[in-house]
């Protein structure tokens, strides 16, 4: 039982965090949408003209979209990390296949 709520843990967290890479511009759209552009961008870089809005700071709308993808990042180490450490606890501390292991001597 624990062996298949570890598995779904760590492919949702890995498939969480490959989302978050690929549709990280939909994201922070998304933000956008729910929080508004001048709590993001701030209010000195979004100028209403025509019914239409600008935003005219890039380096903030970067800045948001680098922080998506470092936090999707995140999610894939953080699913690797638990992946290994149980199986590392599955097969007491040694790594299966690892042939560093089994050429030390043991005295």
């Known amino acids: 039982m ?6 779904i843990r760590t492919t949702f967290l ?10 990280n511009a939909e994201i922070f759209d998304i933000l956008l949408t729910f ?12 100028i209403y003209q025509d019914g239409i809005c600008f935003y ?18 995140f999610l894939i180490l953080t ?3 638990y992946y290994v450490k149980f199986v590392k606890k599955a097969t007491n501390n040694k790594l299966p296949h690892c042939p560093i292991q089994k050429n030390i001597p043991t005295d």
């Open 2 to 7: 624990k062996k298949i709520v570890v598995y």
């Open 14 to 23: 890995l498939f969480t965090g490959i989302a978050m890479i690929i549709f």
């Open 35 to 46: 929080f508004g552009p001048e709590k993001i961008l701030g209010s000195q870089s979004v």
């Open 56 to 73: 005219t700071n890039p380096r903030i709308m970067l800045m948001w979209i680098c922080g998506i993808c470092f936090l999707g990042i």
């Open 79 to 81: 699913s690797i990390y």
